[in-house]
Every structure is written in C-alpha cells, then in structure tokens.
C-alpha cells in the first residue's frame, strides 16, 4: 500500500508573484502557507499513478527516490504555476507527480472576503515497497461486526497524501461511519479520536446544516457557509486514520457543541 508521505513544509516560492509591467495588471501578491494549512482547504488530492511509478527504472531496481513540487492555489481554488522544485534525479517520475499536483483541487482560501492567492510545496517519496502490487491471497474472509463496532473499529489506512488524501473503506464501514445515523447534535459524540467521519469538506457542511438541536431547530439553517464559518481550525492528527480532524463550534439552545470532524473518511 503506499507509504510516500506529503511533508509539512511552508516555503516562499520563486515564481509566486505577478508579472511587473505597465501594459499588465499585477498578479495579487502571494503568501506562502505551510502544508497543513493548505491541506485543510482540499477538495481532491488524486495520488500520483502507481502502476506507473512502479515501471519507472529507479523504483525497479529497489531505489527510494524523493521530490518536491511547489505549487499555489489561486482564487478559483485550482493549482496553479506547479513545479518540481527538487528532482527526484527521474525526468518521469517528475513528470507524473508533477501533472498530478496540477489536478489538485482547494477550497479558495479568502482574506478580508477577498480570495487570495497561497503557495506551498509538498514533498513525496517514493519507494519499492510503497509501490508494490497488492498480493494474490486475499487472506481469510472478513468477520462480520455489527454496525456499533464497525463504527470505531480499526481499519486499513492507505492513502495517497499522509495525513491529507481520502482514505477509501469498504462499504459497510462506511455506512456505519461515526455520526451517520444521528439526526441531532447530541445524538452524536465526537472527540479528536472519534471525529464525526465524512468524505469531503461539502459533506461535513452538509450535515452540520443538517442535525439540529434538541428543540428542532438547526442553528445554522441551510446555510453551509455560516456551517463553515463555525470552524476553529484544525486540531492536528486524529480518528482511526490519522487524518487532520477540524473542529467546529456549534450553538445550540441546550449548550454549545464541539464538533470534531474528519472530511477525509470515503466510501468505495
């Protein structure tokens, strides 16, 4: 299963401001923003090709090659101006992380309500473990467990991109995810170790928008911009996963709620 990890890294990049000139507008200046803050804005982090990476000759001959790809999200929240910034010493290998972290989707990062322009840089490794064909047995049938146990049972985490990629579970674990079947707050009990599991920053809105407090009412409407405004931040690794956990603050006439939250937890 792959292992390449994304490293925490905040680095001002060459190539991140605009053009100067009095025949073209300026480019917003940009600010450069560690990993783990870009990260809690992703949408999509495809993982770079592993049938691929395991053809290139370095990875064949049993060699661990590593690169950094620098990178900044614009106000659309697409990467942009992406570059090798270290070479793995692999022209190909460069190439294909490289179109990779072009796929890469974000949630636009805004200042002052204005949308504003970050750069960061992610670091890969690859090796030939981290690449290897997934064996032949299968191993022995799965024992069945009900929905409670499957709901904080310990699962396989493979994930493209450290604490920041999805992490893909089998089917019954994810419809027996913490937090599915509630529809009120304090139906729910979350905690860095037991976040409310959701695949995406859309569907973590969705059902903050969703449950409602004891009386019925849903404190923040259908508005799942207000939904993301109750965000604090992110709390560090945390769930079964490791994943960033955000943490949101949730008002409600009974008290006020902290909602812990995994957007990385997806289905099949």
Sequence with gaps: M????LIVLALALAGCRGQRGAELPAEPAAEAVPFNTVATHALE???PP???????PAIQRGERLSLAVAFCVDGQGRAVRVTVSRSSGDAALDGLVRQTVERWK??????NGAPRVVCSEAPFEFGPDDVAPIAADPGPEPVEASPAELAHAPIECARPAGQFGPVEVREEVYDARNGAGARKFSEITTSQEHPLEECGLDQVLARLVTLT????????GDNTGAAHSSRRGNTGSGGRCGSIIDLYDVPCPEGAYNVYADMYFCGP
């Design 106 to 111: 974000f949630e636009p990062f805004v200042f």
């Design 2 to 5: 792959p292992r390449h990890r």
């Design 50 to 56: 592993r049938a691929e990476i395991r053809q290139q």
């Design 213 to 220: 407090c004891d009386d019925g009412t849903r404190p923040f």
């Design 45 to 47: 982090i495809p993982e």
